[in-house]
């Protein structure tokens, strides 16, 4: 190799040379030489773009959309109203879901998945949020989440295995008691489980109820979403993947424009997109601070 012979007979001194990770999630890692913390500069002026109606970032492979993400991460660990977490694709593959749903039987809707997924994963942000720890009425939806767990934080090989065994079924008991206890209402669901797309108009009650709270509006906080990774098995040539991106797109529209924006919520502050195929990961973005 030419750097080789070309160190041939040069005298050596220590010298440390590091350039960085070849990318930001490297970077991110606690056991990083150069932690993504110290060095992330929003030279694109991302912050200020999407705090104006946009939810999609574009731009090439290496052009810092996921550095973006894994910053806000970061900064929402030092931030008391900032929550935020990644979706992965490489992790949870929801193709996959819905293709291994198909072979056993079950149909999964990808809207259905996608909101399902939204949602429960705000409200998951939500109960992380230390402000609410000692809340009783809170500690049943913490339990819900929980208890569900398996079908939110989903894991492929995991997700795959709930699927085949019970479909796409989930357990409703915990919810039920939080809406008696906290929404002074019935859930008129008998069966202690239920099929996951038939809670979505109840976790939509949840979520105005929780984030156009008190504590939400006097706090003002905010719950961060990033869908990443897009781009692992979309084969623009394949209907199958094409659809499923148009899907997430679609849905994370009208969570924005229809839901949140419709019922009072700052929608610039709450779906956004960051990754996509030969673009990059989406991003979402759900805040509080509303009053009831």
């Given at each position: 190799?030419?750097?080789?012979?070309?160190?041939?007979?040069?005298?050596?001194?220590?010298?440390?040379?590091?350039?960085?990770?070849?990318?930001?999630?490297?970077?991110?890692?606690?056991?990083?030489?150069?932690?993504?913390?110290?060095?992330?500069?929003?030279?694109?002026?991302?912050?200020?773009?999407?705090?104006?109606?946009?939810?999609?970032?574009?731009?090439?492979?290496?052009?810092?959309?996921?550095?973006?993400?894994?910053?806000?991460?970061?900064?929402?660990?030092?931030?008391?109203?900032?929550?935020?977490?990644?979706?992965?694709?490489?992790?949870?593959?929801?193709?996959?879901?819905?293709?291994?749903?198909?072979?056993?039987?079950?149909?999964?809707?990808?809207?259905?998945?996608?909101?399902?997924?939204?949602?429960?994963?705000?409200?998951?942000?939500?109960?992380?949020?230390?402000?609410?720890?000692?809340?009783?009425?809170?500690?049943?939806?913490?339990?819900?989440?929980?208890?569900?767990s398996g079908y939110i934080d989903i894991r492929e090989s995991e997700i795959k295995e709930?699927?085949?065994?019970?479909?796409?079924?989930?357990?409703?008991?915990?919810?039920?008691?939080?809406?008696?206890?906290?929404?002074?209402?019935?859930?008129?669901?008998?069966?202690?489980?239920?099929?996951?797309?038939?809670?979505?108009?109840?976790?939509?009650?949840?979520?105005?109820?929780?984030?156009?709270?008190?504590?939400?509006?006097?706090?003002?906080n905010s719950y961060v979403l990033f869908f990443d990774d897009l781009d692992i098995g979309?084969?623009?040539?394949?209907?199958?993947?094409?659809?499923?991106?148009?899907?997430?797109?679609?849905?994370?529209?009208?969570?924005?424009?229809?839901?949140?924006?419709?019922?009072?919520?700052?929608?610039?502050?709450?779906?956004?997109?960051?990754?996509?195929?030969?673009?990059?990961?989406?991003?979402?973005?759900?805040?509080?601070?509303?009053?009831?």
């Amino acid at each position: 190799m030419v750097f080789n012979r070309l160190s041939k007979g040069v005298k050596k001194e220590k010298i440390s040379i590091f350039l960085g990770a070849p990318e930001a999630e490297a970077e991110a890692l606690p056991s990083s030489r150069m932690p993504l913390s110290q060095v992330y500069k929003d030279y694109s002026n991302l912050m200020e773009s999407l705090a104006y109606e946009k939810f999609i970032v574009v731009g090439r492979k290496g052009s810092g959309k996921s550095a973006f993400a894994e910053h806000i991460c970061l900064v929402s660990e030092n931030e008391p109203n900032l929550f935020a977490k990644f979706i992965r694709q490489g992790e949870t593959n929801l193709e996959q879901v819905v293709q291994v749903g198909l072979e056993v039987g079950h149909e999964i809707e990808k809207e259905n998945l996608y909101q399902w997924l939204i949602l429960t994963n705000i409200l998951k942000l939500f109960s992380d949020n230390q402000a609410i720890q000692n809340n009783k009425e809170y500690d049943l939806l913490k339990q819900f989440l929980s208890k569900n767990s398996g079908y939110i934080d989903i894991r492929e090989s995991e997700i795959k295995e709930l699927v085949k065994k019970q479909g796409f079924d989930v357990s409703v008991n915990y919810l039920k008691r939080f809406f008696t206890s906290k929404m002074n209402k019935s859930l008129e669901i008998r069966q202690e489980k239920s099929p996951f797309y038939k809670l979505i108009p109840h976790l939509k009650e949840v979520i105005l109820k929780v984030l156009k709270s008190h504590d939400e509006s006097r706090n003002k906080n905010s719950y961060v979403l990033f869908f990443d990774d897009l781009d692992i098995g979309f084969n623009a040539e394949k209907e199958s993947t094409v659809n499923s991106l148009i899907t997430l797109l679609r849905v994370s529209k009208d969570i924005n424009n229809e839901f949140f924006s419709k019922n009072g919520l700052d929608s610039n502050r709450l779906l956004k997109f960051a990754n996509l195929p030969s673009v990059s990961a989406p991003f979402f973005e759900a805040p509080g601070g509303l009053e009831a």
